[in-house]
């Protein structure tokens, strides 16, 4: 009997968890205390990626045993989509389970044949891929849910597995141009007292100068508390240098040219840390200015005066931008590296700059804080006069090709 759920891909997640077994013995059991079984796989984590492509793509689920069995031993297997939630609850992550209708379980028994170690097959196939969402992730569990022929027991850490989809997403980026460099201040604000900042970036034009390579800056109107986000500050070796509300540090990463990053900065009140593609990289003690800020304005590059925009420039493209009005976790983190679901608990903004065309930027949580680059200002004089730059629109560049892809 085949039983058929629906799955959706995800962005690509780093998750822990899970049992770890010891060394093998030369006749190619483990080493335990004690015989007992486990699903193929699960020795270090239960979560395993399931690369799917084109469809329909199989992943073959079997069960194993620490030593070989004297007789034949037949494990029931299942679907349990209610794992997913005792999960999340267990690990503080926050997959979903699949809906119903584009995965089947083509069988739910399989065999350790006697004098074996491994049992037959059961395979787990994707049939289709039509109801997928961007930005979630979610698993396939697949659990043991009977055991029969043996008295010895499933481990507890590798009794389910769950398969994590994971597929290349190829997406729009803006090709940075000085000639763009400008600020968008919205008519509402997002007041933070705690928060996420995020953003994608590859670099193309690092250099090691002792000049400023100035990246972005998301602001209050006044530009009084800020996020700056720069590279090369005081001859730093391709370190990105981050300022937030007076605080500021220097990455551990010595950044290349040629590969993309998300940056996630997260302040949690007491502590200012900033992650490069889902790992810690640097973190100090250090909180904004007053408990709160309120977001209003993104600078894109440098738009101060008249040749600083030129000056700062360096090549790269840039994607995402993502505000949220708390702390992520390292996990949260992790699970968002190819792309977030828009209404995500905290996600305040978020552009995915994925338009394709045009210079109007949308804002995918539908809170309202769409973009129209013709409708920006920057101060030219360096007097505190904003000046509007209508031509600044005509200068964003989309780029979709090989190198815009992200394996989650």
Not at 102 to 112: K, P, R, S
Not at 366 to 372: A, E, I, L
């Amino acid at each position: 009997m085949k039983m058929k759920y629906n799955i959706v891909a995800a962005a690509m997640l780093l998750l822990a968890g899970g049992l770890t077994l010891s060394s093998c013995r030369s006749d190619g059991g483990f080493d335990y205390d004690h015989a007992g079984f486990y699903i193929t796989d699960t020795e270090n984590n239960p979560i395993v990626k399931f690369s799917v492509e084109d469809t329909p793509a199989s992943y073959t689920v079997t069960v194993q045993s620490t030593e070989k069995v004297d007789n034949d031993v037949t494990f029931s297997l299942a679907l349990d989509l209610s794992k997913v939630d005792e999960y999340n609850a267990a690990h503080g992550t926050t997959y979903f389970p699949i809906p119903a209708g584009a995965v089947e379980l083509t069988a739910n028994q399989v065999t350790i044949k006697a004098d074996e170690a491994i049992s037959t097959g059961a395979v787990v196939r994707v049939v289709s891929t039509e109801d997928f969402k961007e930005g979630r992730t979610y698993l396939i569990p697949v659990t043991v849910t009977n055991v029969s022929g043996s008295t010895n027991e499933v481990l507890p850490g590798s009794r389910t597995i769950y398969l994590r989809i994971s597929r290349v997403i190829n997406f729009f980026s803006i090709q940075a141009n000085y000639n763009a460099s400008s600020n968008f201040i919205f008519d509402k604000t997002i007041k933070l007292s705690t928060l996420t900042y995020e953003m994608k970036i590859y670099p193309q034009g690092l250099n090691r100068t002792n000049y400023p390579q100035r990246y972005l800056a998301l602001e209050q109107s006044d530009e009084s508390k800020s996020l700056l986000l720069r590279f090369n500050e005081a001859n730093a070796e391709n370190r990105l240098q981050v300022i937030l509300s007076g605080n500021r540090f220097l990455s551990n990463t010595q950044f290349e040219n040629g590969q993309w990053y998300l940056l996630s900065v997260v302040c949690d009140g007491t502590t200012i840390s900033l992650y490069v593609n889902g790992e810690l990289d640097a973190s100090i003690n250090g909180s904004i200015e007053g408990g709160s800020l309120d977001f209003q304005r993104y600078e894109m590059g440098m738009s101060w005066g008249r040749s600083y925009p030129r000056q700062q420039f360096f090549d790269h493209r840039f994607g995402e931008i993502r505000i949220w009005d708390r702390a992520l976790s390292a996990t949260e983190i992790k699970g968002g590296i190819c792309g977030v679901d828009p209404q995500s608990e905290g996600l305040k903004a978020y552009w995915k700059f994925n338009e394709g065309e045009g210079h109007i930027f949308k804002d995918a949580t539908g809170n309202g804080f769409d973009m129209d680059w013709s409708n920006t200002s920057r101060d030219p004089s360096e007097n505190g006069v904003m000046q509007p730059t209508p031509n600044a629109a005509n200068y964003i560049q989309w780029v979709k090709d090989d190198i815009n892809k992200c394996a989650n």
